[in-house]
């Protein structure tokens, strides 16, 4: 049963566009949600999270919306940089629990 | 500390072979996490430790596998009488205990069974 499902399976955007990646979950016990950023032969890498008592949460070019209502949230990069060409990975955990559900990932492209 | 280390960092194996990989985590953290990850496929989740405590493994872990973290310190995967299906990326990571903070992922080590 997957409870996380990322979408798209690929991005490609240009230089200093808005990157959009979108998970929808089913488990209304998850409370943490955490998107990671991987580069080939590493592991992924914590690059913001939010919990569900929060709408939207920004670090830089980077942004989380949060619908809990609708069980989605999605990761918005502003101003994209060829840099950020990784692959991305929405998470959802319950932190009693431990575990965290990941999606299958984005693979975004940055055309410079 | 310099994070999660993971050792070896690559691993070929003949089918029928029993391999172990280590994980150190990070120094704080007492949360320490399993997870196997295959080409364009999110990180699946295998076991989790609090501490020196399993407290959860995946239904997806065979009797193959076996996990300990002594003393709560490093942690040790070992596949019993490989297959060609375990290989994969092997993934560990760590937590503080709140579980809020995300996790610290090492680089891995990638299992080849041929």
């Known amino acids: 049963q997957q409870q996380v499902k990322q979408s798209p399976q690929s991005l490609i955007v240009q230089k200093g566009g808005i990157s959009i990646i979108n998970c929808a979950y089913e488990?209304?016990?998850?409370?943490?949600f955490p998107w990671y950023q991987q580069f080939p032969g590493k592991g992924p890498a914590l690059l913001i999270a939010?919990?569900?008592?929060?709408s939207e949460k920004k670090e830089g070019r980077f942004t989380i919306s949060f619908n809990k209502s609708a069980k989605q949230f999605s990761l918005h990069i502003m101003d994209s940089q060829p840099g950020d060409s990784a692959t991305y990975f929405c998470?959802?955990?319950?932190?009693?629990?431990?575990?965290?559900?990941f999606g299958d990932g984005t693979t975004l492209t940055v055309k410079p | 500390d310099t994070g999660v280390s993971q050792n070896p960092r690559h691993k070929i194996t003949k089918r029928g072979q029993n391999v172990t990989f280590r994980c150190d985590p990070i120094?704080?953290?007492?949360?320490l996490y399993w997870y196997r990850q295959t080409l364009g496929q999110g990180p699946e989740f295998l076991t989790y430790?609090?501490?020196?405590?399993?407290?959860?493994k995946s239904r997806l872990l065979s009797d193959r596998f076996s996990a300990e973290r002594p003393k709560g310190s490093f942690s040790t995967l070992e596949i019993q009488r490989t297959e060609q299906g375990d290989s994969a990326m092997y993934l560990c990571?760590?937590?503080?205990?709140?579980?809020?903070?995300?996790?610290?992922f090492g680089s891995g080590t990638r299992l080849t069974v041929v």
């Open positions: 990571a760590s937590s503080l205990n709140t579980g809020f903070d995300g996790y610290t």
């Open positions: 488990n209304t016990a998850f409370d943490y």
């Open positions: 939010i919990r569900p008592d929060v």
């Open positions: 998470a959802a955990s319950n932190t009693n629990a431990g575990k965290s559900t």
């Open positions: 120094s704080e953290h007492n949360r």
């Open positions: 430790f609090q501490n020196e405590a399993q407290l959860e």
